[in-house]
Each structure stands twice: as structure tokens, then as C-alpha cells.
């Protein structure tokens, strides 16, 4: 079905159509609405009005209320302070947009993007042979939520998992495999993810010993590096087994997470091998890039280090091997040209913007990104204990990914558990409920906070009921089926003649801002915009449900169905919205 026009779109034509009457000149100007506490929504835009057209504000202000068609959308406009509109809308409009978004089931109003691209997501980059740990659970989580909410609004998304799976440590470990070929053996044709890396830690750690402790097999290991980058067909395949091996690894970790990852959107380093070479002689020949003491380099005259000196991004080393540069600019031409991206989005840690600013600024010279192509860098901070250090077990070891998870599902599934007995759960369904609780725990307190600060872990406060929780608009969710269930016969239907209470108006208005809300959160990369609403949302249908009974036997009919379609409305937006974020809503809890 076409798009819903939002209460707050319909309120800004009637002021910009009352504007241009009231002030020919002002043209299409922009009235600057906004929610109020003191009416429906507050106009702000007449001050800068008047002053560029050097009038008095509050005499403009009373111009354009006269200007004003009340009656269908607008109930009441008025003048405040000094030159502010405060604008009342009807019942009978809030109703009627309740309805058109609760009939337009799969989407509830969101409009598609106009003039959708491509883009690149590059998120999750964990490491081949390399245990998971928290550091990979901001991109992971983070870069899940941008793709769910850029394919909702109508994105083309290409996704790319840019794993660790080349460099000088596979030379060791490939020689060992290669003189023990047995090590990664199973005895069963299935194997676990945390047996997939029990065996390549255990194997790494043994190559590791033997590499420090031989001088002999430290030279075998790396003639092997050489043979691996000159493509050797049998490295190569042992190389291919080490790979595989960490697949099954990461698979399981992702599936913890709930979330999807793809064999064929996992290009790692590897994949960019066969275009280094070209990527260095295209940048050479251009003068993007310049030979510096035998290694090939890019010069920022306004990029410097901690210590004012210009740092340099090295594309090519002295001694003829390739750095990360290298391969993340090759990236970037596979999937400006080959993929044919407007836009690409990386997911990674804030640490790494120096290196990451210098690689699109190269990019931009040599012009693989312009106008028509963007680079944009969704840098993250660090996830921190309740000290407020970087997150570490006791023993100053950083935490496994797998752990914390397990954790997170344990401490939720007691919390489900001690609820259970009042809603009937199974034993399954407390198991189940605890997993999509304790992952949406870990997900909600990630994504609730912009993306560049640091965020405290804090398990206890991420599977309380209250407070700003994943669980609370779970257990929101949960609540609103169960009043459903108890319906009876009773169902949703809007009734734009009655006369709406305050708490009904405030859901009301707050539900139209959904469509508003996702697409600003998509457009600008920001999930904890998503997270803010819904929160808001929860805690208006609190509110909604101490002052408005739904199924009481006091109401009428037509009240009770009123009731029930704004309840079950934003129940579809609570599952709709947390499912944008990649996190499960329970059907009771």
C-alpha cells in the first residue's frame, strides 16, 4: 500500500501553505516543528522569519495563525511568547493516522528512500585461527542493526565480512599442519564451533612453541609464507582447511548472536590478493602515491602522529610485501566498480580512523570515491567493565565473545524463570525466552548508545526489568499480547469519533514519529535513535496503562476496539522496531 502521510507532514503543509500567504516571500520556509509539552507540537520558525524579513516576530506569528485551516487535522493553533505557534490536532486526525498504519501491516507507515543505492557494509571482522572476544561485538551488533534498517527503507545492501585470513602467521601454522596432517582430524562428521576452535587454538599454540623453539622449522615456516602469496596449489588448500576450520568457529559465535552471516558475504583479506599488485602500480603511475626510501608511500601534509610529525600511509613496504592499506584500497575498488556502491560503510573500531581517513582520502585522489561514490567510517568505542576500564576477566584477560553470551543467557533465563510461573512457560519456552532475552540484552545496551562512546558493561542493569532495557520493551511487547488473548471476541477497530484521553493522545502522536524515526536512524547510521524511541514508546504505554483500562467492562464497545488497535499498533511497532535491531520480541514472557 502507498506510504502514510504522517500527522506531523500534514501539520507542516497547513504552516508552510499559512507562511507563503501570510509572507509571499518566505517561499517554501521551513516552519521548525517540533513535539511540545505545551500542545501537540510547537512551530519555532517564525523568529528567523521575521528577523530576515525585519518584522515583528509575535505580529508574523499572528498573521500565519490567521492564515490556518482548523478543523479536519488542526484543532487549535496559537500564539506564545514571541512568536511561537503551539498547535493542537484533532482526535479524529490521530485516530485516522492510527488506522492507516495499522492497516498497512508490513511496514506501518515507514516510506521507502527515495533514490536508493547500493551499499557496502563492512562489519564483523573476526580473525582466522582467533578466538572471538568483546572487542568483535560492537562491529558485529552495530553493523547488523545498519543493515536491517538500510534494507527496510529500501537500501540495495551488499554485505562483507572482511575476516583475517592472510599474513606471515599462516606460514607457521600451515608448516605444522603440513608436518602433523592429522591435527585437525574429526572423528564425527559434525563438529562444534567451540570444538572447531578447541582445535585450531590447541594447534596454534603447539606451532608457536615449536616455531620460537626451532630454528629449523622457523626457516621451513617461512619459505611457506612465500609459497602461500606465490599461490601454491597445496599451501594454498592446507590454508583452505585452516579457513574452513574457523568457519564453523564463527558460524556458531554468529548464531549466538542471532544473527545471520553469510557464506558467500565472507571476502576476507585474502580475497584483494590478485589486485594489490595492480591497486600499488594504478597509484604509482598516477602520483597518488610516491617511492619513499624503497617502500610506497602516500603523503598527508595534513595528517600527522602524537608527535606533529607527518605520518604517511604505506601501501607497499621496502622489502615488497603489502600492508593492510593495500588490501583495504583494493576493497575499495572491487566494491566501487565490481559492486558498483554509492556508499560504503565500515564498521570499526575508533581506533583505527587515522588509518581509515588516510585510506579514503588516497581513495579520493586517485578518484575511486567522488561525489557519486562515499566512504564513510561508523567508527565505535570500547566496551568497559564497571570500572570503567577496558571490559577483562579478573585475571586481566580479555573476554571471549562465546562467555560473555553464555552468561548474558544464563542471568536473563533466571530472570525469565522466576517470572514463568504467571504466565504458565514451559520448560522450553523459559529456555528459548532466556536466549532471546540475555542476546537482546547484550544487543539493546550496545545499540542504546551512540555508537562513538565507550558504554560500561553491566549484566545486572542489562537484564533488570526496569530502567532502559531491552526486557522492559520485551516484557511491553509481552504484556500487549496477553491483553489480546484476553479479548474474547473483541478486536482492534479505529473509531475516529471518540474523544481521546491524554495518555491515548501522547501514544498516539508518538506512534505517528515511527516512520519518521527509522528512516532518520537508516539515513544517518544511528541504531541508538531507534533504541530511544522505542524506549519512549514503552514508557508511554506505562503510562497509557495506569491511566486507560482496555478491556474494562465499564468501557463501551467501540472504546474497548479503539483501545485495542492503539495497543496492538504499538505492539507491531515495538516487534517491528526491535526486530530492525536485530532482537526478538517473545509472544509472552
Known amino acids: 500500500m502507498a506510504s502514510v502521510t504522517s500527522l506531523s507532514a500534514c501539520v507542516q503543509q497547513h504552516l508552510a501553505t499559512a507562511l507563503s500567504a501570510a509572507l509571499p516571500e518566505a517561499g517554501s520556509a521551513d516552519p521548525l516543528l517540533r513535539r511540545s509539552d505545551r500542545a ?12 530576515k524579513a525585519k518584522a515583528n516576530p509575535r505580529e508574523l506569528a499572528t498573521q500565519v495563525v490567521s492564515q490556518v485551516v482548523t478543523g479536519e487535522v488542526i484543532k487549535d493553533i496559537e500564539v506564545s511568547g514571541p512568536g511561537f505557534l503551539n498547535i493542537t490536532l484533532t482526535d479524529r486526525a490521530i485516530t485516522e493516522n492510527l488506522a492507516a498504519r495499522y492497516a498497512d501491516v508490513d511496514r506501518l507507515g515507514v516510506p521507502f528512500v527515495e533514490n536508493p543505492g547500493t551499499t557496502v557494509v563492512d562489519y564483523a571482522q573476526p580473525n582466522v585461527a582467533k578466538e572471538m572476544h568483546v572487542g568483535h561485538l560492537r562491529s558485529a551488533v552495530i553493523g547488523d542493526a545498519v543493515v536491517h534498517l538500510l534494507e527496510f527503507t529500501g537500501e540495495t545492501v551488499v554485505r562483507r565480512h572482511h575476516i583475517g585470513d592472510w599474513g606471515t602467521q599462516f606460514g607457521m601454522l600451515i608448516q605444522y599442519l603440513d608436518e602433523h596432517p592429522h591435527e585437525l582430524d574429526h572423528k564425527e562428521s559434525q563438529v562444534s564451533g567451540e570444538e572447531a576452535m578447541s582445535n585450531l587454538d590447541r594447534l596454534y599454540k603447539t606451532a608457536r612453541k615449536l616455531f620460537d623453539s ?8 617461512r619459505r611457506r609464507v612465500v609459497d602461500l602469496q606465490a599461490g601454491d596449489p597445496h599451501t594454498l588448500a592446507t590454508w583452505q582447511k585452516f579457513v574452513d576450520e574457523s568457519k564453523i568457529y564463527f558460524f556458531s559465535v554468529f548464531e549466538k548472536l542471532d544473527m545471520e552471516v553469510r557464506d558467500p558475504d565472507i571476502v576476507g583479506e585474502s580475497g584483494y590478493n590478485d589486485m594489490l599488485a595492480e591497486t600499488c602500480r594504478l597509484l604509482e603511475e598516477s602520483g597518488v602515491a610516491v617511492r619513499s626510501e624503497g617502500a610506497l608511500c602516500v603523503f598527508f601534509e595534513d595528517v600527522k602522529g602524537p608527535d606533529g610529525n607527518p605520518v604517511p600511509l604505506i601501501v607497499q613496504k621496502s622489502d615488497g610485501g603489502y600492508g593492510y592499506a ?49 566512504a564513510h567510517q561508523l567508527a565505535f568505542g570500547t566496551v568497559l567493565g564497571k570500572d570503567g576500564k577496558p571490559f577483562k576477566t579478573r585475571e586481566g584477560v580479555t573476554v571471549k565473545l562465546e562467555d560473555l553470551l553464555d552468561e548474558a543467557v544464563q542471568r536473563a533465563t533466571a530472570v525469565v524463570r522466576e517470572k514463568a510461573g504467571k504466565v504458565g512457560l514451559t520448560e522450553q519456552e523459559i529456555e528459548e525466552n532466556g536466549r532471546h532475552v540475555g542476546v537482546g540484552a547484550v544487543k539493546y545496551a550496545d545499540l542504546s548508545t551512540s555508537a562513538v562512546r565507550d558504554y560500561k558493561f553491566d549484566l545486572d542493569q542489562m537484564v533488570s526489568l526496569n530502567g532502559d532495557t531491552a526486557v522492559y520493551l520485551q516484557y511491553a511487547y509481552a504484556r500487549i499480547q496477553s491483553i489480546l488473548r484476553k479479548a474474547g471476541e473483541a478486536r482492534p477497530a479505529a473509531h475516529p469519533e471518540l474523544e481521546l484521553a491524554p495518555a491515548e493522545r501522547a501514544l498516539g502522536l508518538h506512534l505517528d514519529a515511527f516512520a519518521e524515526t527509522v528512516t532518520e536512524a537508516a539515513a544517518e547510521y544511528a541504531p541508538h535513535k531507534l533504541t530511544a524511541y522505542l524506549y519512549q514508546l514503552a514508557s508511554l504505554l506505562t503510562t497509557f496503562y495506569d491511566q486507560c483500562q482496555v478491556l474494562s467492562a465499564d468501557n463501551p464497545p467501540a472504546v474497548v476496539e479503539n483501545r485495542l488497535l492503539l495497543v496492538d499498533l504499538t505492539a507491531r511497532t515495538l516487534h517491528r522496531g526491535m526486530g530492525l535491531l536485530g532482537i526478538r520480541t517473545p509472544e509472552r514472557l
Open 214 to 221: 626451532d630454528e629449523e622449522f622457523k626457516t621451513r615456516a
Open 326 to 374: 593495500a588490501t583495504d584500497l583494493s576493497a575499495i575498488r572491487d566494491r566501487v566498480f565490481r559492486l558498483k556502491a554509492n556508499t560504503l560503510v565500515y564498521v570499526v573500531d575508533a581506533r583505527q580512523s587515522l588509518h581509515f581517513r588516510m585510506v579514503f582520502e588516497t581513495a579520493r585522489r586517485a578518484d575511486w570515491l567522488g561525489d557519486d561514490v562515499r
Open 40 to 51: 501537540d507540537y510547537q512551530a519555532n520558525g517564525i523568529l528567523a522569519l521575521a528577523k
